[in-house]
């Protein structure tokens, strides 16, 4: 069993939509939750950072952390072509190892 | 702006013959690791240096090593190349270890080299 379990997807909605995005893990002693957008041909962007349990918005996206249930999720609200990317979940227990998940492709129809 | 470069973006080796992969931050952050990434696959950390201090990670193979001459440059050489380590191959530098709850102690990624294995 993976530490880390993300749906590669892919997931395709249309403009506007809201895309939800989720992952599971096994570690209880991940207290940092990070979510990386990658697009085609590049580096992964860190673009939500959690600490614990809780919600955190920033603009047009949430990501929420529940620890009791080992998940974790990014919604992305009025979503954009150029949102259009694949999104990667990654944790941490508080040190330099962090443990990704293989990424979802969504594709943002116009 | 304060990044992370790496260069070549893209490599083209035949099987067997040594390549290195550069990569170079203006962030002057103390830690630099190297990640290799296969298609649709999660990033595997390969080793990282914290300053000087280098860190194998223990399932990493022997035909993969670097180099860090100053606090600036990281390399990546792998000394044979074969089929299996075609993949995008990311640098990406932290101020240091642990978070301590502030986003600017995660890892920030460079745009990766796309290696191809003929």
């Known amino acids: 069993q993976k530490e880390v379990e993300q749906d590669p997807g892919p997931l395709s909605v249309p403009e506007g939509a809201i895309v939800s995005l989720n992952c599971t893990y096994s570690?209880?002693?991940?207290?940092?939750f990070m979510w990386y957008r990658q697009y085609s041909r590049k580096g992964p962007e860190l673009l939500m950072y959690?600490?614990?349990?809780g919600n955190k918005e920033d603009g047009r996206f949430t990501a929420q952390v529940d620890k009791s249930s080992k998940y974790i999720s990014l919604f992305i609200r009025d979503s954009q072509p150029s949102d259009s990317a694949t999104y990667l979940c990654a944790m941490s227990e508080d040190d330099y190892k962090l443990s990704f998940g293989a990424g979802t492709t969504v594709t943002v129809r116009a | 702006d304060a990044m992370v470069i790496q260069n070549p973006r893209y490599q083209v080796t035949q099987f067997g013959k040594p390549v290195t992969l550069s990569c170079s931050q203006t962030?002057?952050?103390?830690?630099m690791y190297w990640y290799q990434q296969k298609s649709s696959q999660a990033p595997k950390l390969l080793f990282h240096?914290?300053?000087?201090?280098?860190?194998n990670e223990a399932d990493t193979p022997d035909n993969f090593q670097s180099r860090r001459p100053n606090t600036s440059f990281c390399f990546l050489d792998i000394r044979s190349p074969g089929l299996g380590d075609a993949a995008m191959y990311l640098c990406?530098?932290?101020?240091?270890f642990g978070f301590g709850g502030l986003v600017t102690d995660t890892q920030y990624f460079g745009p990766g080299t796309r290696l191809t294995v003929l």
């Open positions: 570690n209880s002693a991940f207290q940092y």
């Open positions: 990406a530098t932290s101020r240091g």
């Open positions: 240096y914290y300053d000087k201090d280098f860190n």
């Open positions: 962030l002057n952050h103390n830690v």
């Open positions: 959690t600490y614990s349990s």
